[in-house]
Protein backbone atom coordinates (compact mmCIF):
# COMPACT_ATOMS: atom_id res chain seq x y z
CA UNK A 1 0.00 0.00 0.00
CA UNK A 2 1.04 3.61 -0.64
CA UNK A 3 2.83 5.29 2.03
CA UNK A 4 4.35 8.55 3.26
CA UNK A 5 6.23 9.07 6.04
CA UNK A 6 7.37 12.20 7.37
CA UNK A 7 10.56 12.65 9.39
CA UNK A 8 12.94 15.52 10.82
CA UNK A 9 10.83 17.39 13.52
CA UNK A 10 12.27 18.20 16.95
CA UNK A 11 12.11 20.50 19.76
CA UNK A 12 13.85 24.31 18.74
CA UNK A 13 13.71 27.07 20.45
CA UNK A 14 12.48 30.29 18.53
CA UNK A 15 14.83 31.52 15.58
CA UNK A 16 15.47 27.98 14.83
CA UNK A 17 15.21 26.09 11.66
CA UNK A 18 14.00 22.52 10.56
CA UNK A 19 13.66 20.81 7.28
CA UNK A 20 10.94 18.40 7.52
CA UNK A 21 10.65 15.43 4.85
CA UNK A 22 8.69 13.12 2.75
CA UNK A 23 8.97 9.95 1.69
CA UNK A 24 6.77 8.28 -0.37
CA UNK A 25 6.84 4.88 -0.94
CA UNK A 26 5.94 4.28 -4.60
CA UNK A 27 7.44 6.09 -7.54
CA UNK A 28 3.59 7.25 -8.57
CA UNK A 29 3.95 9.47 -6.48
CA UNK A 30 6.26 11.88 -8.60
CA UNK A 31 3.11 12.68 -10.48
CA UNK A 32 0.87 13.53 -7.62
CA UNK A 33 0.81 17.10 -5.98
CA UNK A 34 1.76 17.79 -3.12
CA UNK A 35 0.79 19.48 0.55
CA UNK A 36 1.93 20.02 4.08
CA UNK A 37 -0.32 20.44 6.65
CA UNK A 38 -0.04 21.01 10.44
CA UNK A 39 -2.53 20.62 13.17
CA UNK A 40 -1.55 22.83 16.52
CA UNK A 41 -2.32 20.96 20.19
CA UNK A 42 -6.20 21.54 20.46
CA UNK A 43 -6.88 23.03 17.44
CA UNK A 44 -8.21 21.64 13.72
CA UNK A 45 -5.51 20.68 10.98
CA UNK A 46 -4.34 23.57 9.01
CA UNK A 47 -2.75 24.02 5.12
CA UNK A 48 0.43 25.17 5.77
CA UNK A 49 2.27 25.06 1.64
CA UNK A 50 1.07 22.69 -1.32
CA UNK A 51 3.95 21.90 -5.00
CA UNK A 52 2.56 21.06 -8.05
CA UNK A 53 3.63 17.56 -9.13
CA UNK A 54 6.24 19.56 -11.08
CA UNK A 55 7.30 21.80 -8.59
CA UNK A 56 7.01 24.77 -10.39
CA UNK A 57 4.35 25.99 -8.62
CA UNK A 58 3.93 26.04 -5.10
CA UNK A 59 1.30 27.97 -2.92
CA UNK A 60 1.90 28.94 0.81
CA UNK A 61 -0.35 29.79 3.67
CA UNK A 62 0.16 34.16 4.82
CA UNK A 63 1.44 32.74 8.10
CA UNK A 64 4.64 30.71 7.05
CA UNK A 65 4.71 32.82 3.83
CA UNK A 66 8.42 33.99 3.67
CA UNK A 67 9.69 31.73 6.12
CA UNK A 68 8.74 28.29 4.70
CA UNK A 69 10.07 27.33 1.37
CA UNK A 70 8.06 23.67 0.14
CA UNK A 71 10.52 21.67 -2.39
CA UNK A 72 10.29 18.36 -3.95
CA UNK A 73 13.28 16.01 -5.27
CA UNK A 74 11.30 13.68 -7.26
CA UNK A 75 14.45 11.25 -8.26
CA UNK A 76 14.42 10.42 -4.18
CA UNK A 77 10.75 10.48 -4.38
CA UNK A 78 10.70 12.74 -1.30
CA UNK A 79 9.29 16.36 -0.46
CA UNK A 80 10.76 18.96 1.70
CA UNK A 81 9.75 21.79 3.97
CA UNK A 82 12.31 23.88 5.18
CA UNK A 83 11.36 25.97 8.07
CA UNK A 84 13.17 29.22 9.16
CA UNK A 85 12.81 31.94 11.88
CA UNK A 86 10.16 29.45 13.71
CA UNK A 87 7.77 30.89 15.90
CA UNK A 88 6.45 29.00 18.90
CA UNK A 89 2.97 29.28 17.37
CA UNK A 90 4.19 27.20 14.61
CA UNK A 91 4.37 23.81 17.51
CA UNK A 92 2.05 21.32 15.52
CA UNK A 93 2.30 18.37 14.44
CA UNK A 94 3.37 18.22 10.62
CA UNK A 95 1.77 16.37 7.86
CA UNK A 96 2.51 15.77 4.39
CA UNK A 97 0.07 14.96 1.94
CA UNK A 98 -0.92 13.57 -1.49
CA UNK A 99 -3.29 13.83 -4.59
CA UNK A 100 -3.41 13.03 -8.44
CA UNK A 101 -6.14 15.10 -8.79
CA UNK A 102 -5.31 18.53 -10.47
CA UNK A 103 -5.75 21.41 -7.92
CA UNK A 104 -6.57 24.78 -8.48
CA UNK A 105 -4.94 27.14 -6.39
CA UNK A 106 -7.81 27.41 -3.71
CA UNK A 107 -8.16 23.53 -3.29
CA UNK A 108 -5.07 23.15 -2.90
CA UNK A 109 -5.39 24.27 1.02
CA UNK A 110 -8.22 22.20 0.95
CA UNK A 111 -7.48 18.92 3.77
CA UNK A 112 -10.71 17.07 2.04
CA UNK A 113 -8.56 17.24 -1.71
CA UNK A 114 -5.61 15.00 -0.40
CA UNK A 115 -5.92 11.20 -0.62
CA UNK A 116 -2.91 9.81 0.75
CA UNK A 117 -1.75 11.09 4.45
CA UNK A 118 1.65 10.75 6.12
CA UNK A 119 1.53 9.79 10.05
CA UNK A 120 3.11 13.56 11.10
CA UNK A 121 5.65 14.22 12.86
CA UNK A 122 5.59 16.76 15.90
CA UNK A 123 7.83 20.12 15.43
CA UNK A 124 7.85 22.12 19.41
CA UNK A 125 9.26 25.36 19.14
CA UNK A 126 10.24 26.85 22.28
CA UNK A 127 9.96 30.90 23.06
Known amino acids: QAQLVESGGGSVQAGDSLRLSCAAS????????MGWFRQPPGKEREFVAALSWSGGSTYYANSVKGRFTVSRANTKDTAYLQMNGLKPEDTAVYYC????????????????????WGRGTQVTVSP
Open 26 to 33: ERIFRTYN
Open 97 to 116: AATPDPLTSDQRMGVARYNF
